[in-house]
């Protein structure tokens, strides 16, 4: 990975907790407003944190998933070719002669 990838995917990792840091905030210190009612303002954004949360957990959730599927799959593939490729004609001392 060059050096700009890494800069780039550590900015895009502070952002998003970033994001996740502001919202936690915000809902906390709005939790106990005093509610205007059906159109409230601060109801909505509570609500759009909530969400924007929601959705950076689940992006968590499949890409801790994705990196697991990715790492048995890599072992399986690894153990599967080492099998393989121990198994040839001149390691099992097979005769090939008709």
Same mark, same amino acid.
């Given at each position: $990975? ?5 800069? !780039?995917?550590?900015?895009?990792? !502070?952002?998003?907790?970033? +994001?996740?840091?502001?919202?936690? @905030?915000? $809902?906390?210190?709005?939790? %106990?407003?005093? /509610?205007?009612?059906? %159109?409230?303002?601060? /109801?909505?954004?509570?609500?759009? /944190? ?12 499949? #890409?801790?998933?994705? +990196?697991?599927?990715?790492? #048995?799959?890599? @072992? /399986? ?12 004609? @001149? ?8």
């Amino acid at each position: $990975m060059t050096k700009k990838r890494r800069i !780039a995917a550590a900015v895009l990792a !502070a952002l998003v907790v970033l +994001v996740a840091l502001s919202a936690s @905030v915000f $809902m906390i210190e709005h939790a %106990d407003h005093d /509610c205007a009612g059906e %159109d409230c303002a601060i /109801c909505e954004r509570l609500y759009a /944190c909530a969400q924007n949360l929601r959705s950076l957990a689940a992006a968590a959730i499949v #890409v801790f998933a994705a +990196v697991i599927f990715a790492s #048995v799959l890599r @072992v /399986c593939v690894d153990r599967g070719a080492s099998s393989y490729a121990q198994r040839t004609p @001149v390691s099992l001392k097979v005769k090939l002669s008709n």
